[in-house]
């Protein structure tokens, strides 16, 4: 059987936690800021996590299953 591949995309966007979680970035703070109010650009800056439906899709596109 050949290797599995990981997604690059995917190895560029998520990183793991020491606890075993995926980090992400959050969406909306490109472009457009002008009309979002400071505190929501300020919210958005931080981290979030891959919601627990969506992390074994995630950790296959990263190899880890």
Do not use: Q
């Not at 059987?1 to 020491?18: D, H, I």
């Not at 800021?33 to 596109?61: C, E, I, Q, W």
């Amino acid at each position: 059987m050949p290797k599995t591949k990981t997604n690059s995309s995917a190895k560029k966007r998520f990183s793991l936690t020491g606890s075993g979680k995926i980090k992400r970035k959050h969406a909306y703070k490109r472009h457009i800021l002008t009309k979002k109010a400071k505190d929501s650009k300020r919210a958005l800056t931080k981290s979030g996590l891959v919601s627990t439906s969506d992390t074994p899709n995630v950790k296959f596109m990263l190899g880890l299953i």
